[in-house]
């Protein structure tokens, strides 16, 4: 089979050309030849709101994915977590890669710090995140906390905190992990991803293609973890039946026995917390998305 010329579409953030180069170098090394395209999009552009003050959804996709049906890169790099559960129509995730460590990362000022009391933050911290998700699980956990929005790429975010902007900041503990940052001057707690539930497929990159690209799809389809995948189904689709994106107050994860839940009617709200016994697939989410329903 002849080895074909891959255009990768990515956003231009630190994060996100560690992820298309860690999928250009494996592409490479099946043989396959590479190029980089980088594409701004509305998340990237607009910093000084809060995700729920832009319109629509794909704050971080949507740009990309156009380029990717108009023909102009054959593949997208995506964090998962970013992606909308329906695709537009004539793409597909032709593979998702590796799991890296889905927990939620706490960076705290020495100044806050009290390893006495819940997540080790003194009373009455400011913490940054612009979360949804985040911000609703802070408020059934530390009611006492001061949230405030943070926007920016993730070496962003720390510089900030190391300003003194916040008294703590939450991440993904992947993308820290990815870009080998240096958080040696700060506080950090790694949080148990039973308790403070993680998105919906954090820590997994989706492979985006057009459906009708078969040469493509081939390709990176041999880059696929079927374990992956199927760990995330679950919880992939939960979030489907909940019709949200990545700033629905949802966290789902799956840790192959049980797959815990957490849901805030909005970013205001306490989230609550479940677990469901893995079975069946459909038939857990049939019943995690009564329950959420119901409350």
């Known amino acids: 089979m002849d080895r074909p010329l891959i255009r990768i579409g990515t956003r231009g953030s630190d994060l996100a050309l560690w992820q298309a180069n860690h999928v250009k170098r494996q592409l490479e090394n099946l043989g396959c030849k590479v190029e980089l395209k980088i594409i701004q999009t509305q998340?990237?552009?607009i910093q000084d709101l809060s995700f729920d003050k832009l319109e629509g959804k794909g704050f971080f996709t949507k740009e990309i994915e156009a380029e990717l049906l108009n023909g102009n890169v054959d593949l997208?790099?995506?964090?998962?977590?970013?992606?909308?559960?329906?695709?537009?129509?004539?793409?597909?995730?032709?593979?998702v890669s590796e799991r890296e460590d889905p927990s939620e990362l706490l960076l705290i000022r020495s100044e806050a710090h009290d390893p006495s009391l819940p997540f080790e933050l003194a009373k009455g911290a400011i913490i940054g995140?612009?979360?949804?998700?985040?911000?609703?699980?802070?408020?059934?956990?530390?009611?006492?906390l001061r949230i405030e929005e943070l926007r920016g790429n993730v070496p962003t975010r720390i510089q900030k905190?190391?300003?003194?902007?916040?008294?703590?900041?939450?991440?993904?503990?992947?993308?820290?992990?990815?870009?080998?940052?240096d958080?040696?001057?700060v506080n950090c707690l790694t949080l148990d991803p039973t308790a403070f539930i993680p998105a919906?497929?954090?820590?997994?990159?989706?492979?985006?293609?057009?459906?009708?690209?078969?040469?493509?799809y081939t390709w990176v389809r041999k880059l696929n973890n079927p374990a992956v995948e199927h760990q995330i189904l679950v919880e992939r689709e939960v979030l489907k039946h909940m019709e949200g994106g990545c700033q629905l107050p949802l966290g789902v994860f799956n840790d192959g026995k049980v797959v815990h839940v957490a849901y805030g009617r909005s970013k205001n709200?306490?989230?609550?917390?479940?677990?469901?016994?893995?079975?069946?697939?459909?038939?857990?989410?049939?019943?995690?998305?009564?329950?959420?329903?119901?409350?």
């Open 200 to 216: 919906p497929a954090q820590g997994v990159l989706g492979l985006q293609v057009r459906e009708n690209d078969i040469t493509t």
């Open 183 to 185: 958080t040696s001057d």
């Open 129 to 144: 995140t612009s979360s949804a998700r985040r911000q609703s699980l802070l408020r059934s956990l530390r009611s006492d």
């Open 76 to 95: 997208a790099v995506h964090s998962h977590k970013d992606l909308e559960t329906t695709p537009p129509l004539g793409l597909i995730i032709a593979a």
């Open 161 to 181: 905190l190391r300003e003194g902007r916040y008294d703590a900041i939450l991440l993904a503990k992947a993308g820290v992990a990815r870009l080998g940052l």
């Open 43 to 45: 998340g990237d552009r």
């Open 269 to 295: 709200d306490p989230s609550k917390r479940f677990t469901f016994p893995l079975e069946n697939d459909q038939d857990t989410v049939q019943r995690i998305i009564e329950t959420i329903k119901n409350l």
